[in-house]
């Protein structure tokens, strides 16, 4: 196609990441203008004018606060604002500029307690967005706070999960959640779509996926699981369905779906969940029937049983009725 007459391209929706930033402007040849803004907002809330010079534009940030918006990172559990570089809730001061939703209807409570009273002894406007501000000032949306994984304390934006996984050259987009645990509070769990052609074995992917996480972020990111995909959940407006992947994930009601766009890739979700788990039963018998197995031999000298005996034991310790196929 003849792109000559396109001078700028300006996104919205989902956060933009740097990979996809650099992608299109190297294929579009032009400037690639992200912007930031939400429905009760009316019209962006962080943005660059069209004619920012390209040495000001940073890939993956949609830019700086626009006029009549104070906005400032704070900490969702103190509401004290935090300094450049550290990740909490971005949040507006008040008054906002005109052209905000100013109430709900004939619920004038319920708005005042849903957007202004979620940080603690402040009184601001929260996005709900998890975000960081570089030295420089620009801004970084890094996911919805309800989207947030906490691992044993530690706060990770799904974003920096996935730009993270989606720097493989073989990964064309993913899904990061996170699942209930009863010691880290959460675990985190990675969807990933290969790109058609690729010729890598499904277990060599997801080794080197994991080792760009760790090398990344660090071992406090280590997903539980690593799954690939044909196709992520997406509402019809291009917003990846994290709740509903969770859903499944957790065995839990899927909720509204009147927004999503393709039914088979939830189904898809369901198998690829089902066969993990499946394995995961695999192990554990595996583990116990070997345990079993050295139990026996340590406390006798020697070993003459059946094998199969120790696998039936071990099923019967875990509680996993004898007619599910492993």
Not at 113 to 121: M, S
Not at 213 to 223: E, N, S, T, Y
Not at 290 to 310: E, K, L, N, P, T
Request: glycine fraction near 8%.
């Amino acid at each position: 196609h003849d792109v000559s007459c396109l001078r700028s391209l300006f996104l919205a929706g989902e956060p933009l990441d740097e990979s996809t930033s650099n992608w299109i402007r190297e294929a579009l040849g032009v400037p690639v203008i992200d912007n930031y803004w939400q429905t009760e907002s009316g019209w962006p809330m962080l943005a660059l004018p069209a004619s920012t010079r390209h040495g000001e534009i940073k890939p993956g940030s949609p830019g700086l606060p626009c006029f009549g918006y104070r906005l400032t990172i704070v900490d969702p559990e103190t509401g004290e604002d935090l300094p450049r570089g550290q990740k909490g809730v971005m949040a507006c001061e008040l008054p906002l500029p005109p052209g905000c939703l100013s109430t709900i209807w004939q619920k004038d409570q319920l708005f005042e307690e849903h957007y202004f009273q979620q940080i603690p002894g402040r009184h601001l406007f929260s996005t709900f967005d998890y975000a960081e501000q570089d030295k420089d000032g620009y801004y970084y949306i890094l996911g919805r706070t309800d989207d947030v994984i906490n691992v044993a304390g530690h706060r990770i934006g799904t974003r920096e999960l996935e730009e993270t996984i989606n720097s493989h050259a073989d990964i064309a987009e993913s899904a990061a959640i996170g699942v209930y645990d009863e010691i880290k509070g959460q675990v985190i769990q990675c969807f990933a779509v290969v790109r058609q052609g690729t010729a890598k074995e499904e277990s060599e992917l997801k080794q080197e996926i994991l080792q760009i996480i760790l090398r990344h972020l660090g071992a406090i990111a280590r997903p539980a699981a690593i799954h690939t995909v044909k196709l992520l959940p997406r509402t019809r407006s291009g917003k990846i369905l994290r709740r509903a992947i969770q859903a499944v994930v957790e065995g839990k009601h899927l909720g509204d779906l009147s927004t999503l766009e393709d039914y088979m890739s939830l189904e898809e979700l369901k198998l690829v969940v089902a066969e993990s788990k499946l394995q995961e039963l695999r192990n554990k018998v595996r583990n116990l029937a070997f345990a079993i197995w050295a139990r026996r031999v340590q406390g006798g000298g020697g070993y003459f049983g059946d094998a199969s005996s120790d696998w039936i034991t071990a099923r019967n310790e875990l509680g996993i009725p004898q007619d599910l196929l492993l």
